[in-house]
Nanobody, 121 residues
């Protein structure tokens, strides 16, 4: 059974920083594109950043150079370094990964349970 577990959320003041982590575990043949999403209550989930297996990255426009996604393939981890946080960054942050569980299977999207980030003074 594949699991994604996020950590690192919490309460931070505006202008502060947080580093989110996501650990993938279980029967994983290949860990492909990984991503961070966020969800504000009452709004649709939105993509924050993606990172491909070889490290190429993409960011949502609202990141504006404040966030950095990275991964450690050996540890099956993905990270989101968030700097210059704003109150509007308050949301539940979710990790997602496209995973092949065998050499013959296709990619399946897995999700973590989320970690809450609250930016407030």
């Amino acid at each position: 059974q594949v699991q994604l577990v996020e950590s690192g959320g919490g309460l931070v003041q505006p202008g502060g920083s947080l580093r989110l982590s996501c650990a993938a575990s279980g029967s994983i043949f290949a860990l492909n594109t990984m991503a961070w999403y966020r969800h504000h209550p009452g709004k649709q989930r939105e993509l924050v950043a993606t990172i491909a297996s070889r490290g190429s990255t993409n960011y949502a426009d609202f990141v504006q150079g404040r966030f950095a996604i990275s991964r450690d393939n050996a540890k099956k981890m993905v990270y989101l370094q968030m700097n210059s946080l704003k109150p509007e960054d308050t949301a539940a942050y979710f990790c997602s990964a496209e995973i092949r569980i065998t050499a013959l299977s296709g990619n399946v999207a897995y999700w973590g349970q989320g970690t809450q980030v609250t930016v407030s003074s």
